[in-house]
């Protein structure tokens, strides 16, 4: 398949579980190497697919560029989770192909970003990810633009957030 800007292949649920999947193993990778991280081991609370691939899956017309995937940990530690780091992992052979941009990925790429986040006693995840997207946080306000789908936890698997 010819390298393209976008994918314009529908996202199924078997997609999303495959998205979930290739984001929690560079996470785990990721605790192993980047140290301020790994103190979020084991505090992951919510996972969700985000911007122009949410979108995507929306309404089928956005075309996919890039998969991004939004991690939500219960804050905590010391020190907050990297939050202007983002990581990027192949996907891995697709039927959405490769960005032409992204030498070096057999398939289209993936953005992780994290955030730590305030959690109240009893608080459902979904809940505490809304009102960390009703802030001011600059992050908060770009990414509340476009809709948020649920990667994680696997009740709410595929339900909208925003």
Known sequence: MEPANRSYELLTAADLEKIES???RSLAAIF???PV???Y???LIL???AQGSALHYLDGRNGIKDFDVWAFFEAGPSKRF???KRWCVDFGPSRFGRHPDDAGYSGRRLDLMGRSIDVMSGEAPEDAVRRWLGTRAK???AVRRKPMFCLLPRRS???RII
């Open 22 to 24: 290739v984001a929690m």
């Open 32 to 34: 192993d190497r980047a």
């Open 37 to 39: 991280a790994g103190l």
């Open 41 to 43: 081991r084991g505090r």
């Open 47 to 49: 996972l969700a697919l």
């Open 82 to 84: 990297p939050h202007r």
């Open 139 to 141: 992050s908060a306000i």
């Open 157 to 159: 698997f595929g339900e």
